[in-house]
């Protein structure tokens, strides 16, 4: 990890090297925190980051989720991003919230536990990189979205993403797929995914998903290039018969996906739809497109 200057913690701008919290911290034991995943990037106007206002809408939805209350308004949030991008001299950077809850009590309980608060960022390229990934079908699902609230961001949930992305390693594979509770696709570790079959966009329903920002980015993107999405059921069948797959996501941004365990897709090439999407794609996160300004948030 490339490290920065500054990080910052509970409304103060701290060194990297001191923004320490305590082992007893209550969300490093039960994972009762909240988080969210947004980029900065390089503009003809400087440095924007890319829809920072929705990203903050769901850090404090999902901090509902869990009864938490952040000590910091989103307009004292907005700013802190802001000017962290500024004393960290940076022109591009991945940017991570986070909302735990912190040292002063034990037990599953967190009512009582003080709410914390930290930004940090740091440069990083793409996720899954640039070629077309392989990826294989976990033998872990996705939780249930009756024993979570699938659409808010928790620490804890991460550790399903965790076992399938181990799982991938071992099976000598970029990223997992993971199916829901009835045997449907459901998403990525850290992804929503996407198909494409006789020019026809196709994704998952969003009730065992995290419904990404960037998943709704592709929506609006796609309609706007005059291509059908829609939300449907997909199987596995489906999934490996498909013209094209790829993944969605702020880390990932758009990932063209060449095998699903040894079934090759679209001769292991990146797709002219998936071409299309992530080419716009990146013409809007660098502000080359008027009309998607709004999704940018210049640093000034």
Known sequence: MEETKKIWLDGKFVNWQDAKIHVLTHTLHYGGGV??????????????????????????????????????SKKEL??????????????????????????????????GAPVQVAIALWPWSSYLGEKPIKVIIS?????????????????????????ASLEAKKKKADEALLLDYQGYLAEGPGENIFIVKNKKIFTPFKFSILPG???????????????????????????????????????????????????????????????QIRDLYRKIIHGEEKKYLNWLTLVK
Not at 146 to 163: L, Q, R
């Open 139 to 163: 033998k872990f699902i996705r939780l249930h979205p009756e024993s979570v609230i699938s659409n808010a961001k928790i620490c804890g949930y991460y550790v399903n993403s965790i076992y």
């Open 78 to 111: 907005k700013q802190a991003v802001l000017k962290l991008i500024k004393i960290n001299k940076v022109s591009e950077c991945y940017i991570r919230p986070i909302a735990f809850y912190g040292y002063g009590k034990m037990g599953l309980d967190p009512h």
């Open 213 to 275: 920002i960037t998943r709704e980015t592709v929506f609006k993107i796609a309609k706007d290039l005059k291509l059908s999405v829609k939300e449907k059921k997909i199987t596995s069948k489906e999934l490996k018969s498909s013209d094209e797959v790829f993944f969605s996501g702020t880390a990932a941004e758009i990932c063209p996906i060449g095998q699903i365990d040894k079934t090759i897709i679209n001769n292991g090439k990146i797709g002219k739809i998936t071409s």
């Open 35 to 72: 988080f969210e995943g947004v980029r900065a990037y390089r503009t003809k106007n400087g440095p924007a980051v890319f829809r920072l206002d929705d990203h903050l809408k769901r850090f404090y939805s999902s901090a509902s989720g869990i009864e938490m209350k952040i000590p910091f």
